[in-house]
């Protein structure tokens, strides 16, 4: 499947999408419960990658060519789009590291988490990607209002996976004996699921900024930067949990 910029089709994909992350999302969690192995579950987390970074983030406009006038609003996106990816992979050698950490200190071992509530915030997080592509699809093609409404449940999506995570799953596992001071298995939860909560955190004040902007008629279909770099963040924030579910909820065995 190739990306396309028509609006219906551009739609249609991103539904289409969706339905295939949602059905890998599923085949992890029975992989995970019925064989544990951790092959099967590294590669349908890494097509996840592909999906999300090619058709949400759209990585491939990388390499589109823009006006070659230095003052010209495609050219100053272009170096803005590369700005913004350099800063993307910056960020992801913090998630990397926490990710290495994870495997040196626990190896084939996972902590007590719910795991009904780890599928549930996952797929609230995969579900607003969804809608923030739409969102973004839509101003792309000057519909403000359909942005609006569907950056708005977006919104309201990461704020519900933030206070999973912070509110519901932290309080639980603390219930569990699972604390930063009990081992590596807490510090190593907390320090992982912490930095990503604050990432989604500055998501959600980013798309609460960029729905402002567009209740001022900032954006226009020609000219919408900020909501297209709104967006890659947030598939971003998507993008590192897709790695980091699996290596908490998933793989390896329950600690004794």
């Known amino acids: 499947m190739s990306h396309t910029h028509d609006k219906s089709s551009a739609l249609s994909q991103g539904v289409v999408i969706f339905i295939y992350l949602a059905v890998l999302t599923a085949l992890e969690y029975f992989v995970a419960v019925t064989f544990s192995a951790?092959?099967?579950?590294?590669?349908?987390?890494?097509?996840?990658?592909?999906?999300?970074?090619?058709?949400?983030?759209?990585?491939?406009?990388?390499?589109?060519?823009?006006?070659?006038?230095?003052?010209?609003?495609?050219?100053?996106?272009?170096?803005?789009?590369?700005?913004?990816?350099?800063?993307?992979?910056?960020?992801?050698?913090?998630?990397?590291?926490?990710?290495?950490?994870?495997?040196?200190?626990?190896?084939l071992t996972r902590p007590h988490l719910n795991q009904m509530l780890g599928l549930f915030?996952?797929?609230?997080?995969?579900?607003?990607?969804?809608?923030?592509?739409?969102g973004e699809t839509l101003m792309a093609n000057g519909d403000r209002k359909g942005f609006l409404t569907n950056t708005m449940i977006t919104f309201v999506l990461g704020l519900g996976f933030l206070l999973g995570v912070?509110?519901?799953?932290?309080?639980?596992?603390?219930a569990e004996g699972l604390t930063a001071s009990s081992g590596a298995a807490g510090a190593v939860f907390y320090m992982m699921t912490g930095m990503h909560a604050f990432h989604v955190f500055t998501g959600l004040v980013f798309l609460l900024i960029v729905m402002n902007n567009a209740r001022k008629n900032v954006y226009s279909a020609e000219k919408h930067?900020?909501?297209?770099?709104?967006?890659?963040?947030?598939?971003?924030?998507?993008?590192?949990?897709?790695?980091?579910?699996?290596?908490?909820?998933?793989?390896?065995k329950l600690l004794a």
Do not use: C, Q
Request: charged share 15%; glycine share 6%.
């Open 166 to 174: 912070v509110a519901v799953e932290w309080p639980m596992a603390a």
């Open 121 to 134: 915030v996952t797929v609230v997080l995969l579900i607003s990607s969804f809608f923030m592509n739409r």
């Open 225 to 252: 930067w900020g909501v297209e770099a709104a967006a890659v963040y947030w598939h971003f924030v998507d993008l590192v949990w897709i790695i980091f579910y699996p290596a908490l909820y998933l793989i390896g």
């Open 38 to 107: 951790v092959s099967i579950l590294a590669v349908v987390a890494v097509i996840k990658l592909a999906l999300v970074m090619y058709y949400y983030m759209h990585i491939y406009k990388l390499n589109e060519e823009g006006e070659s006038d230095r003052d010209s609003y495609s050219y100053k996106t272009g170096s803005n789009r590369l700005g913004l990816w350099l800063f993307l992979l910056s960020d992801a050698f913090v998630f990397a590291g926490l990710l290495t950490v994870r495997i040196n200190l626990l190896g």
